[in-house]
């Protein structure tokens, strides 16, 4: 997701059936089951510039495998609830910043 947005609206790609991946430009908040029922969706890529990620954002995305969270668990309020109704283990992983 590139150019100017920065907010992801509730619901926003709810039932987009062919998304498998996804990764971020320049968005800092996700709203409550933006990506809920994409049953393909199998890795997200969140960058530093994502400081909030609502409870059920990836609700009931049968294919999801990993989250990674390209931020510290101080930097952002990201909800521990991101994933549910998910019927496989999703991992989400902290990537720490090797540049400091």
């Known amino acids: 997701i590139t150019g100017n947005l920065e907010n992801i ?5 709810k039932d987009f059936s062919v998304l498998e991946s996804v990764s971020f430009g320049n968005v800092k908040t996700i709203k ?21 990620v609502d409870n059920d954002t990836f609700t ?15 930097d952002s309020t990201i909800s521990t609830s991101i994933v549910s109704n998910s019927p496989s283990f ?11």
């Not at 009931?60 to 101080?74: F, I, P, Q, T």
């Open 60 to 74: 009931n995305c049968a294919g999801l495998e990993y989250v990674y969270v390209n931020n510290s668990k101080d």
């Open 90 to 100: 999703v991992r989400v992983v902290y990537l720490k910043d090797t540049t400091e």
């Open 9 to 13: 609206p509730t619901e926003f790609f």
């Open 32 to 52: 409550t089951k933006a990506f809920s029922n994409c049953p393909k969706l199998k890795t997200v890529l969140l960058p530093k510039t994502v400081v909030s």
